[in-house]
């Protein structure tokens, strides 16, 4: 009987311990979401960007000038796509799991 109630013990101590790093884990889960929403309309600004006139004449303007990443389309480009496949790779994640 000493040995059924120590079992249960640490089972249910266990299970504690699980509940507490899952609260941790969901908290810096949310603080996740938060900061996605910031990227993305990070993400946003920098495609209307680079799809504007203002970036076509900027590339023009200081074109070769090593200093603006962003005029540098393959930089910008994939950075923009790495995001994109990123969230895919996310929304597959929770997908697979609803």
Not at 51 to 58: A, F, I, V
């Amino acid at each position: 009987m000493k040995n059924k109630k120590k079992s249960t013990e640490k089972r249910v101590e266990k299970y504690d311990e699980l509940l507490f790093d899952f609260e941790s884990q969901l908290e810096e889960l949310q603080d996740l979401r938060k900061k996605l929403k910031k990227i993305q309309k990070q993400a946003d600004e920098l495609t209307h960007y680079m799809y504007s006139e203002d970036w076509m004449k900027d590339f023009d303007k200081y074109e070769g000038k090593e200093d603006f990443h962003v005029l540098g389309e393959d930089y910008l480009y994939n950075a923009l796509i790495d995001f994109e496949n990123e969230k895919v790779k996310i929304l597959k994640q929770i997908c697979k799991h609803l």
